[in-house]
């Protein structure tokens, strides 16, 4: 079946620094990927949608100059957190989109699991 | 935009018993209906789903029905084991191209030995 691979699977990093987190598709081509945020005991709130070629198109209230995201191919969607705050950690994670054909449903990556210190 | 709405927000029943979480959804539009369990630290896990074209699923000890007029749709879990224990989720889509999926609020699910 369909795997998204998503690395880091965790990150510790100082306060200001940034953080990459890649998600990429082992197997098909993704032209769409959805990144959500669970703050503990919370659910999956989506951060962004993310469109192979163009830019993405980010939810109300999530800053995009913060979350820089970037989906330069088919097969590899990035989420930056620029000058991470304690505030940011967080679980990240990223999902394909089911296509046209709706083959293989929603794909979702292992996710990420940062915490600013 | 779509809501999606979950109860109870924790579970706790023994081993065998049944248990059922609810969901109610408000895009009419929405047409694809997924369950995920999530344990501590790992990602969601489909468990199963249902189309609006369907009314109920079954898959082993998991059923999922959905009530279109009513916007409802319930997950049934019977012979509960421990191994059970997990927060599950709901969610919701347009499912037609590139369309989000919308989650409920989770419930945790703890079952006693």
């Known amino acids: 079946g369909a795997v998204v691979s998503q690395h880091p699977s965790w990150v510790i990093c100082k306060s200001g620094t940034s953080v990459k987190i890649e998600c990429r598709s082992l197997?098909?081509?993704?032209?769409?990927m959805f990144w959500y945020r669970q703050f503990p005991k919370q659910s999956l709130m989506l951060m962004a949608t993310?469109?192979?070629?163009?830019?993405?198109?980010?939810e109300q209230g999530v800053e995009k100059d913060k979350f820089l995201i970037n989906h330069a191919s088919l097969t590899l969607s990035t989420l930056t957190v620029t000058s991470a705050h304690p505030e940011d950690s967080s679980f990240y994670i990223c999902?394909?989109?089911?296509?046209?054909?709706?083959?293989?449903?929603?794909?979702f990556g292992s996710g990420t699991r940062l915490t600013v210190v | 935009g779509e809501n999606v709405e979950q109860h109870p927000s924790t579970l706790s029943v023994q081993e065998g018993d049944s248990a059922v979480i609810k969901c109610t959804y408000s895009?009419?539009?929405?047409?694809?209906f997924p369950w995920y369990k999530q344990e501590l630290g790992k990602g969601p896990q489909l468990i199963i789903d249902?189309?609006?074209?369907?009314g109920e699923k079954k898959d082993q000890r998991i059923a999922v029905t959905l009530n279109k007029t009513a916007k409802h749709f319930s997950l049934h879990i019977t012979e509960t084991q421990p191994e059970d224990s997990a927060v599950y989720f709901c969610?919701?889509?347009?499912?037609?191209?590139?369309?989000?999926?919308?989650f409920g609020t989770g419930t945790r699910l703890l079952v006693s030995p």
């Open positions: 197997d098909f081509q993704a032209t769409t």
């Open positions: 895009d009419s539009a929405s047409n694809y």
């Open positions: 249902i189309r609006s074209n369907v």
């Open positions: 999902t394909t989109a089911p296509g046209a054909s709706d083959n293989y449903g929603y794909t």
């Open positions: 993310s469109n192979e070629g163009s830019k993405a198109t980010y």
């Open positions: 969610a919701a889509s347009r499912n037609t191209g590139f369309q989000k999926l919308v």
